[in-house]
């Protein structure tokens, strides 16, 4: 059994188990185990950059952060982007809601909307919206065999399409859509799988759009990734004043 560390768009993550998934189980039963969580509690505290381009503009580069604990039942995170603008995350297994709280004034600052994340990609929410159809399996990047479905987010208006490893059964690519339009105007991916403590972890995310791309890359020499112990570690740091 591999273990895996999402962290995708901006990050997008999720400490999982990830179980070998027999590509032609059912559709239902093999997005139901992209949503799974671990029977035992993992964390990760992460260190890495954000860039961001925007056609026109120089480039933005600023320290991003980001700490979670994944329980069985529940994950709880927080990401700080540029040490002042913070936010908590927490989300329930099973339904998959997720609540967002900003840290201080970080609603007003908004450089997490500004670059094109969204808090909630953290942990996923998305892959809990209503799977519309799957579609003809596909290699991503030429190298990793992919199951891709069709998601429906009524909240946000939005259809996902979603790239699922076939073998392990987690997602490495979501493409985003208004209703009603088949042109994506955003685009997440995340790559440079990394080891550490027997665990792997994404170290590199991408996230695209209309005129506008963000990168992110964790320092794997800062990265603390592991079981969660007793007494739990600390994931949250403060914000600058």
Not at 26 to 49: D, I, S, W
Request: charged content about 25%; proline content about 5%; glycine content about 6%.
């Amino acid at each position: 059994m591999k273990k895996v560390l999402f962290v995708m768009t901006v990050l997008l993550s999720a400490l999982v188990f990830a179980a070998d998934a027999p590509e032609n189980i059912p559709m239902e039963e093999f997005v139901a185990r992209a949503r799974r969580t671990n029977n035992v509690a993992t964390y990760a505290k992460l260190h890495g950059t954000l860039q961001h381009r925007r056609r026109g503009q120089d480039t933005i580069s600023m320290p991003v952060y980001f700490g979670t604990i994944i329980h069985p039942d529940r994950t709880i995170g927080q990401l700080v982007l540029d040490r002042k603008e913070g936010y908590m995350l927490t989300q329930a297994q099973g339904s998959g809601m997720t609540i967002v709280k900003p840290m201080g004034d970080s609603a007003e600052t908004d450089k997490l909307g500004y670059v094109g994340v969204r808090a909630s990609d953290l942990v996923m929410s998305f892959l809990f919206c209503k799977v519309e159809k799957e579609f003809d399996s596909e290699l991503l990047r030429g190298m990793v065999h992919c199951r891709v479905f069709l998601l429906d987010d009524p909240e946000h208006k939005e259809k996902i399409k979603v790239w699922i490893s076939s073998e392990h059964a987690f997602p490495l690519k979501a493409e985003f859509y208004h209703y009603g339009e088949d042109k994506r105007f955003r685009e997440l991916e995340a790559s440079a799988l990394t080891k550490k403590n027997d665990l792997y972890y994404v170290r590199r995310i991408r996230l695209e759009g209309p005129g506008w791309m963000t990168k992110i890359d964790f320092d794997g020499e800062q990265a603390e990734i592991n079981l969660l112990g007793n007494p739990a570690p600390n994931i949250f740091i403060p914000l600058a004043k």
